[in-house]
């Protein structure tokens, strides 16, 4: 069996015609994307089931994601929430050769803890609209699209935790022939910050807002039983002033940051089923603005990742990857890390109407907290069960580990999602979800610890 029929994925498109993203801008309580591995920059998008409106398990995700990951998706599996419900996914309307689906939500949500502190509770409700749009091609050889999405959010009573996120994405592939396949894409929008990403106290990140462009290209040449994958990846960061409840500022700018990489994949099929891959990367990271009394966060880093990406009909399908991470730092005063990384997702299919899906990383991360860098581990645990074509049950348990490397500071976080999907026709769903996290910390430097409940009611309009 070759390569091309072996491991070659789904075409974008019908992809695309299926997938609706989100923006991962929390404010208070997180928003999220889809996937927990993936290459930055790519359309971190959702499937026809309804996106969560509260917070979702990429609310994890950090900010330097690993190399390349295999695309293990052979369409030997489908998963819960990637099954197609003629009944009741959204057409679209057609123009031309494109079709457009819009969509808005518009929900409730009710947070216990908006600002992620143990040292003064304050709770509140905000009420959510997402409007958002995806219009894809539907051409037999190439495709084009473009996504865009809102996620606009006012508090009751605690209305500097307000936002306006919103995010553009266009994307293209073309088939050059018949082994040589080119993509590129682009990024931009306004953000909310997710508190798991251990480059602020938490207090201070519920609050963050940053503006982001990013670029990638990427080339993929298919030939028998190999995939080799080229692509170069480019993201700046722009952090927006800090505005806190009691009216005091803080600036961000030394925050600021631009990331180039680089990075390569080779794939081997073994069979349809089983494929050996191996990835490398090499990053720049560099900071326009020193904070005042600390060092250059400069910095140039490689990372090296092998393993296995397998769909096995009926039983399971995912990628395992284990590999080494150094980072070397422009300063002196920075310490030189290396160390050993990995990333994994495993999906199970145990029943015909359910899908258990685990997800792990372990990378290095820049911190402007303390100057330091730090270990960062992750893992997810997902159980997707559909009751009915149209009720689909959902529950994450997550945890982060994150291990300064220069100190003793650490913090463990835990989190845990159920979600209650209800698609009452092909323009109209409710969603009911919950959400409990935890956070504590070993020294104060890394911020206080803490505890939240949020809730949400929603509901959302398609076409």
Not at 336 to 364: E, I, M, N, W
Request: charged fraction near 15%.
């Amino acid at each position: 069996m070759t390569l091309s029929r072996a491991m070659v994925s789904r075409p974008v498109m019908v992809r695309a015609a299926r997938a609706f993203p989100s923006l991962a801008a929390p404010s208070g309580v997180m928003l999220g994307v889809a996937c927990a591995l993936g290459h930055p920059g790519t359309a971190l998008a959702q499937t026809s089931v309804l996106g969560r409106l509260a917070s979702t398990a990429p609310g994890f995700n950090t900010l330097i994601e690993p190399v390349l990951a295999p695309d293990y998706m052979r369409d030997h599996n489908i998963g819960v929430l990637d099954e197609e419900h003629p009944d009741y996914d959204a057409v679209g309307a057609a123009i031309g050769s494109f079709t457009l689906k819009p969509q808005v939500t518009l929900g409730v949500v009710g947070d216990n803890n908006v600002f992620l502190t143990d040292i003064a509770h304050k709770g509140d409700v905000s009420a959510v609209l997402k409007p958002g749009f995806l219009l894809a091609s539907d051409w037999s050889r190439h495709s084009l699209q473009l996504q865009g999405n809102a996620d606009l959010r006012r508090y009751a009573s605690q209305t500097v935790a307000n936002q306006n996120a919103w995010d553009i994405f266009p994307s293209g592939e073309m088939n050059l022939g018949r082994n040589f396949v080119l993509h590129a894409e682009g990024r931009v929008g306004n953000y909310g910050e997710s508190p798991y990403s251990s480059d602020q106290n938490p207090e201070a990140q519920v609050l963050s807002r940053f503006f982001r462009t990013g670029e990638l290209l990427k080339g993929t040449y298919t030939r028998g039983r190999v995939r080799l994958t080229g692509a170069y990846d480019h993201s700046a960061y722009s952090y927006a002033t800090l505005r806190y409840p009691d009216g005091r500022t803080a600036d961000q700018r030394y925050r600021n940051r631009n990331i180039d990489r680089v990075s390569g994949q080779v794939e081997v099929a073994l069979s349809p089923s089983l494929a050996l891959y191996s990835a490398v990367s090499a990053d720049k990271i560099s900071y326009p603005v020193v904070q005042a009394g600390s060092v250059s966060q400069n910095s140039s880093g490689q990372q090296i990742l092998a393993g296995v990406s397998f769909d096995l009909a009926g039983v399971m399908r995912g990628m395992i990857g284990a590999g080494f991470t150094h980072r070397d730092y422009q300063a002196a005063a920075q310490p030189t890390v290396s160390a050993f990384s990995a990333q994994a997702r495993v999906d199970f299919f145990p029943l015909k109407r359910t899908t258990v899906t685990f997800t792990g990383q372990r990378l290095v991360q820049d911190s402007t907290l303390g100057s330091a860098p730090y270990i960062d581990s992750r893992v997810t645990a997902e159980v997707d069960q559909s009751l009915r074509q149209n009720l689909i049950a959902s529950l994450e348990v997550m945890a982060v580990d994150q291990s300064y490397i220069a100190s003793s500071a650490s913090r463990t976080s835990k989190q845990a999602h159920a979600t209650l999907r209800y698609q009452a026709s092909r323009w109209l769903g409710f969603q009911a979800e919950t959400i409990y996290r935890t956070s504590k910390v070993n020294s104060l430097a890394v911020g206080a610890g803490y505890s939240d409940i949020t809730m949400g009611l929603s509901m959302t309009v398609r076409r």
